[in-house]
């Protein structure tokens, strides 16, 4: 699928979506809304992705990111689990991330809640460019080893 195709299929989820939410959905369908699969473009290290309009969950498989808008920050994670490298999920009702495997929780933000694990989930190094974010998904902070740099891994929007 080029480019331009994936660029109409996500305005065109985007427009039903708002066009259902003004129909007045019921909330437990919308509330099913805000987690997409999302493919970035990848120029070496560097995965740009559209800055998310609200606050939602986005999850690029290939190339194993967590993408999160939370309160006017984003952020980019690694798609596994700290512990043991298991994918994480998204629960919606919960408003956290969840290691299937042991099941340790996180908050949208990474930040470690309980479970197996004892740290909170990687970051990628991100940064803001224009109407996008890039990630640098080989560079990876972990809370444990590097604080500074794991807390100053997000952008404001």
Same mark, same amino acid.
């Given at each position: 699928m080029d480019t331009g195709r994936r660029e109409f299929f996500r305005t065109?989820?985007? +427009?039903?979506? +708002?066009a259902l939410a003004g129909l007045g959905m019921? +909330?437990?369908?919308? $509330?099913a809304l805000p987690v997409m699969r999302?493919? %970035?473009s990848r120029l070496r290290a560097t995965v740009k992705y559209p800055i998310p309009a609200a606050d939602s969950v986005q999850i690029d498989k290939a190339n194993e990111v967590i993408l999160v808008r939370w309160e006017k920050q984003v952020y980019a994670f690694s798609l596994s689990c700290p512990h043991q490298n298991t994918a994480l999920r998204w629960s919606e009702p919960d408003k956290r991330f969840i290691c299937p495997k042991h099941k340790s929780n996180y908050t949208p933000t990474g %930040?470690?809640? $309980? %479970?197996?694990?004892?740290?909170g989930m990687d970051r990628l190094s991100i940064t803001k460019a224009g109407a996008e974010v890039a990630v640098d998904v080989e560079q990876v902070y972990? $809370?444990?080893e590097n604080a500074a740099e794991w807390k100053a891994a997000v952008v404001a929007v």
């Open positions: 065109s989820t985007v +427009a039903v979506a +708002a019921a +909330a437990r369908v919308a $509330e999302v493919s %970035g %930040g470690f809640i $309980e %479970g197996r694990a004892t740290r972990k $809370e444990d």
